[in-house]
Nanobody, 127 residues
Framework: QVRLVESGGGLVQAGGSLRLSCTAS????????VGWFRQASGKEREFVAA????????YYADSVKGRFTISRNDDENTYYLQMNNLKPEDAAVYYC????????????????????WGQGTLVTVSS
C-alpha cells in the first residue's frame, strides 16, 4: 500500500519552531514533486510550500515565505517542513502530498492533479 505519513506536529508557543516530517512507503517518489498544505479549523485547505524533484526548486505561499523551509531526503523517502517563528495563524492540520509535476503546485489553484495525500498532523500555536 502506498502511503504518506506525517509526523512532528504538536503544541508550540508563538515564535517557536517545529519540523514536520512526511515519510513515504510502498514506493519511492524521487522523481515526484512534494508539497505541503494546511487546513485551519473552519477554513479551506491552503497551499504552503512545494519542492521539485532533486530539490531543484522550491515555492512558498507568501504567508510563510522567509519562515518555513521545505526539503527532502530521497534516500530515506522523507520530506520535511521546517517551520520557524510560528504565529497563531499557522495553527492547522498540515498535509503532505505528491505530484508528478512541480507546476501543479506553482500554478493556481496549486492543488490540481495531486496523486497522494497523507492523513495530516496537527500544529497548535499558543499566543
Amino acid at each position: 500500500q502506498v502511503r504518506l505519513v506525517e509526523s512532528g506536529g504538536g503544541l508550540v508557543q508563538a515564535g517557536g519552531s517545529l519540523r514536520l516530517s512526511c515519510t513515504a512507503s510502498g514506493r519511492t517518489f524521487d522523481t515526484y514533486a512534494v508539497g505541503w498544505f494546511r487546513q485551519a479549523s473552519g477554513k479551506e485547505r491552503e497551499f504552503v510550500a512545494a519542492i521539485s524533484r532533486a530539490s531543484l526548486s522550491t515555492y512558498y505561499a507568501d504567508s510563510v515565505k522567509g519562515r518555513f523551509t521545505i526539503s527532502r531526503n530521497d534516500d530515506e523517502n522523507t520530506y520535511y517542513l521546517q517551520m520557524n517563528n510560528l504565529k497563531p495563524e499557522d495553527a492547522a492540520v498540515y498535509y503532505c502530498t505528491t505530484s508528478q509535476y512541480y507546476a501543479n503546485y506553482v500554478q493556481t489553484p496549486h492543488n490540481r492533479d495531486l496523486e497522494l495525500w497523507g492523513q495530516g498532523t496537527l500544529v497548535t500555536v499558543s499566543s
